[in-house]
C-alpha cells in the first residue's frame, strides 16, 4: 500500500494498534457453523403462515374473491385487496425531488387494478406454509386486460397507455440543473461526443430472499417485528406513523440479514401486510419470499437511458458535459425511487474539471416492478457514462485513454475543489492511484501484445479498459437531504457504556448484514478505549436495544456511524478523566491516558484502569459533584459534508471474435478509500463490489417480453456469476484521508460496483475497435459482441 | 404421508412426512436443523447444499421420502464438538464469508470437491463451486479459503 | 417453493414401475428429479404420483455385453463419470457428462433421467445422438429398442409413452476414436446456447466414420448428416474440416431466446462444430 499523505492529526490513537489490523470477524463463528437467525428461521408457538397471490398479468382490472379459499384446508383467512383497503395503508415514497412530482397511492395489496406482474392481489393466511400456497388456488379472479406500457420512451409519448389513469400522465417528475455557460462551452467546440448508453434494468439478488413475521401481544397492544432488512429504524418509524401504534409499542429486529444491496432498504408492502394481519388475527404471522417471487416483487435497480454530449478542445480538454436522463421507476414509487437516478446527478462530472454541465432527468412510470437503491444508487450510472465518455474522446483524437484523462482531472494540489455540480471533493490523489495501477497492470506490456495481436488478426483480441473513477459516501448532511427533498436526515447515533465488569457495549444505529460492523466498530473503539478488541460486544439491528439509528446504506456505515462509535467513545473516556482524576486526588491535568489506564504524570503507580473507573462509576460510592453514576455516553453525528474514495481500475478482456465471449484475464484495483480501519473487510468489499460491477457489464440484465412478463424470473435465466465465471482480481491501495471527517475514512461498499462496469465494457470495446465497433450494449454478452462486430462489419454473416 | 428413517447429523430419526416435502424442509422444519437455508426454487443457488452419504446434493432439489436410509450431514453437524473444520476456519482466516448467507452450502460443497481433489488448482476450485451462487464476496477468497483447507487437510492426512 | 401434492411409490421392479404408470395416466417417474423438483417446485407440473425408481436394482450400474456398454437408466452422472469402462469405451460420453449441471447435480441425477427428460439443451441428448445409442425402453407391451434419433422427438418430448420407462441404453464401443464435447453457455451451470458432439474416425489417412450430434438446435437434438457426410472421406485436414463445419446448420431450426436468436445459434454451431472437429480429428 502507497501511504500519499500523512494521517489527520486528530484520527483515532494507535496504541493498541487496532485500527489498520486485518481482524478476523467476530461475525463469523456462527454463520459458518448454521447457528445463525435469519428470519425465517426463527419459530414461535401458533405462528400462522402467509401466502400472497400476485398479478401474472402486468395491467390489468382485477376483481378478486377470495372467499373460497377460505373454507381450504388450515386456513385461518383470505382477503382480497378490496377487503383490506381500508385496513391497508399507503406505502411510503420518502424522497418528494420535485414540488409538483406524481407519486401514485400504493397500496400493498392492488385494490382493483394491477400494474405490473407481480403486484400482490390477494392474501391467504394459513396453519402451514403449504396450506396456504395450496389455497391460492382457489382464490377467484377476473382479469380484465388493460394495455400495457414497458418502454419509457413509448410511455412518454402522446396517447400512451397510462400506467395509473388518474395520474395522466406516466411522468413522475421532470428535473434540471444548469452549472456554468452551458451553450458557451458547446459553442463551436472542436470535439463533439454524442452518445446514448443504456443502463440495463438489474435484480439485486441478495442470496437471503426476504422474509417478516410480526408478533402481537393483543392484550397490550405490543408488537415485534423481524424482517430482513438493513433498515429496522425506518420500518419502525413507517409502521408507527401509517398505522397509529406508537412507536414504544413496535420493536422491529433486523437478525441475521443475508444481504441487501439496495433490496432491503425499503418498506414494502409484505412488511405492511403482516403488521395489519397480526393486529386483525392476534396471531404471530410469517410470510417468506420464494426467490421467483422475490424477481418480481423486491426492488430492481439501474433502468436508466442516458443521452450524453461532451464537448472538448481539439486537445481533448474537456470544456462541457450534457445529460438527459430517462429513468425507469416501475409501476409505483418505492421508498426512494425517484431520487436514485439524482443521486448521480453530481457525479456525471467525475474526477475532471470542466467548464460547463448540465443536467437533466425525467422520471417515467412503467408496468414493471419499482426500481430503488441497488449497490451505488445512481453513482454506477454516472460513472458509467463519464468514463465511457472518456474512453471515447480519447479514441477519437488517438490519444491513450489514460493520458486524456491525465489533461482533464483534478490535480492532487487542487484539493479540496469545488467540482462544476456544487459539490467540494475533500481530497484524493488521482495520479498516485493511476501510476500504481499503471505499473501493477503492466499497462505497456499489454498494450504492446493488443498492439502484436491486432497486428496478427488473432481471433482473440485483446483489450483494455480503464476507468479512474470518484463517487460520494457518508449519507448524508441532513441539512443537504432537506434541501433536496428528503423527509428524514442523514446523522447517526451510537452509545458506548463500560460495563461493571469492564467489559464494553457499543450500541448502534446502522443495522449490517454482511458488511461487518462489529468487526470494524470493535476496532475502533478498543483503540480509543485502551481494551482489548474482544472485551467489546456491538448491538445493532434491534429497535429495543438500539432506539437511535439511521441504519445501513449509501456506503455511511463507517464515514457516518462510525464517526459516531469514535465520538461516543471519545466521551466515555472524558468521562472516566474526570472520574479518574477525582479518585486520585488530583486534576485532570496532571493525568495522561494510554492503553486504558490513566496515570498521574510524575507520580509512579498512582494509576487507574479504565476499567476500575468503571466499577467506579457503577458503585457510585465517590462521585464528583455534578458527574451521574455508570460510564456511558451517546453521541448522534451529522456529518459535515460526503467524502469522496477514488480509484483507478484497469481491465484486459479477451474477447473470441468467432463467438462473442468475453473472458477477463487481468484486473486491477487501486483504490483510495481514505483511512482503513479493517484491510481484510476492504478488500473483501472491493471483491464482492467488482463481482456486481463485472456482472452488470457482462452478465445481468432482467427482461420482458412484449406483455410485461418477466422472462429471467428465475436464477436459472438471470444468471448471477458463479466462481467459474470470474477472474482473480489484484488488489492495492492509496491512502489519502478524508478531510470531511476526523477518522479520515471514506466509504467503499460500492466502489468497486461503480469503478467497475465501465472498466470492462471499456475493455470490451477497446478490443474491437479495429474491427470499426464503438459501443457494446450492456450485458456484453456472447450474442451481444458478435452482433456488434457483425454489424460493424457490414451485416453479412 | 410416508414414514423415513434417516441420520441427521449423527442422530437417528424416523418421521412421518408428506411426500412433497422438499429435504430442505424436513430438515428446517421437521428436525429444527435451521442453520441450512434456502436461497431459491430452481436448484441453482446451492445454499441449500448438505451432504447425504458423504455427497453433496440440493436439498432443495431432493424429496425428503428420496432420503430415506440415507446419512445426512449438514453445517450443524460437520464438524463434532466445538472445534470447527479446516473448511469452516479457513473461510474465517480469509474472510470468506460476509452476509453467510451462502456459507453453509459453500463449506460442504467444498468439503465434497475437496474429498475428490485433495489439492485442486484454483480453476478446479472455481469449476467444483459452480453450484454455489455468493453474492457478497467475488469468491477470490473463498477460492483461496478453499486451497488453505485443502493443504490443511492434506497436511493432516 | 412447495409442490402440489402427490402420491409416492418406490417399486422394486420395472414391472411394478410400470402397472403404476398403466393404471395412472397422471403418475410420473422420479429418477434423480434433478429436473423434475424445481418443475414440481414452480408448479408448473403437478403429477398425481411419483414413482421412484431407485429402488429397481437392475436400473442401476454399467455394464460390458459384448462390444457394448450397457448404462442403467438410473446410474448417476457421478457414477458415470467415475466409471472406468465408460472412460475408454465411450470417452466422448464422460466428456459431456462432465459439464452436466454442476457436482451436486451430478451426485442426484441420472442418465436416463436427462435422456427421458428431452431437454434439447441438456448434454446427454447430443452425445447420446452422437454415439447413435440405443434406448431400451419397458412398457405394458413389453421390451423395445430405440435408436437415439428416433428416440427425441420434440421438445422435452421422447417418442416413449406415458407408461413406458427407460431401463437402460446400449454404447457402442468408441475407443480409439477422435471425439469433442464442446459446449457454449454464458455461465458455468447454465444449459447450453449450442453444443456439439463430435466423434471422428481416421484409417491411414483419411476419415472414415464422421458423427456429430448438435445440442439446442432444434425442438430435439440433431445429427448434423451434412457435415458428416462432407467430413467423412477427406484426410481431416482443417481445409476439410472448416468446409465441413460450414455445414453444421444446415437442416437445424434453433430457438431464439434471451441467450440467442436463431442466427447467432446457427453462426456458432458453424464455429463451434469446426473447434469440436478440430479437436476430435486432432488437426
Redesign the interface.
Known sequence: MTTTETRTENGPARRHGEVGAAR??K???H??????T?T??I?LAGTLHVALLRSPMAHARVRVDASAAAGEPGVVAAYSGADLADELPGLPSAWQVTPDWVAPEHKPLAVDEARYAGDAIAVVVADTR?HAVDALDAIEVEYEPLPVVLDMEQAMADGAPLVHADAGTNVCFRYSDTFGDVAAAFADAPVLIRRRYVQQRLVP?????RSVLVAPVPASGEYTVWSSTQIPHFVRLFLALLSGVPESRIRVIAP????G?GSKLDIYAEEMLLFALARKLGRPVKWTE???EAFQATIHGRDQIQDLELAADADGRIRGLRVALLADMGAYLQLLTPAIPLLGRAMFPGIYKMDAYEFGCTGVFTDKTPTDAYRGAGRPEATFAIERLLDELAAELSVDPLEMRRRNWIRHEEFPYPQIAGLTYDSGNYEAATARARELFDYDGLRAEQARRREAHDAVQLGIGVSTYTEMCGLAPSRWLGERGYAGGGWEAATVRLLPTGKVEAVVGTSP????HVTTFSQLVADTLGVPFDDIEVVHGDTAAAPAGLDTYGSRSLAVGGVAVWRAAQRVVAKAKTLAAHLLEVSEDDLEFADGTFAVRGTPGATKTIQEVAFAAFAAHSMPDGLEPTLSADFVLDPDDFSFPHGTHLCAAEVDTETGRVTIRKYVAVDDVGTVVNP??V??QV??????GIAQALHEIAVYDADGNLTTG???DYT?P???D?P??TLDRTETPSTTNPLGVKGVGEA?TIASTPAVVNAVVDALRPYGVRDVAMPCTPERVWRAIHEAQGGAS | M?RISVTVDGLDAVDEV???T?LV?YL?EDRG???????????????C?VL?DG????S????A??ADGGEIT???G??DGDG?HPV?KA???R?A????????GM?L?AV??LREVPDPT?EQ???????????????????AAVRDAAAELRGAS | ????????V?PSTVEDAVAVLAADPDAKV?AG??SL??V???RLAAPTT?V?L?DVESLHGVRVAGDELVIGAMTTH?EILHDQRVAEHAPLLAAATATV?????R??GTFGGSLSHADPAGDLPAAACALAATMVAVGPNGRREIAADDFFVDYLTTTMAPDEILVEVRVGDTAGWGFRYEKFNRM??AWAIVSVAALVRRAGGGVTDTRVALGNMARRPVRARAVEQAFTGTGGDIGAVTAAAGHADEGTDPPSDVNGAADYRAHLSRVLTRRALVAAVGA
Open positions: 478476523r470477524r461475525e463469523d463463528a454463520l459458518l457453523t448454521g447457528q445463525t435469519w425465517d428461521n419459530q403449504a439478488c441478495a442470496m437471503e430472499p441475521d440479514v443475508g444481504g444491496f420464494t426467490r421467483s448484514h454482511g458488511q461487518g481484510l473487510i478488500e473483501g471483491h464482492g463490489g467488482l463481482a456486481q428465475t436464477m436459472a448471477p458463479t466462481a467459474a470470474l482473480s482480481f468497486g | 410416508t408428506e411426500p412433497r422438499l424442509q428446517r436443523r435451521t442453520g441450512t437455508p434456502v436461497g431459491c426454487d430452481t436448484g441453482n443457488c446451492g445454499a447444499t447425504v455427497r453433496a446434493v440440493k432443495c432439489s431432493m424429496l421420502v428420496q449438514t453445517i450443524q460437520l464438524s470447527m469452516q473461510f474465517h482466516e474472510h464469508l460476509q452476509c453467510g448467507y451462502c456459507t453453509p463449506v460443497a465434497d470437491l484454483e476450485v472455481r469449476e467444483g463451486l459452480e453450484g454455489n451462487l455468493c453474492r457478497c464476496t467475488g469468491y477470490q477468497n473463498i477460492v | 417453493m412447495i409442490p402440489v401434492g402427490f402420491d409416492y418406490r422420479i428429479g434433478q423438483l424445481p414440481l417446485r414452480l411419483l421412484d431407485r457421478d449441471g454442476d457436482r451436486q447435480v451426485h442426484l458455468a451451470q
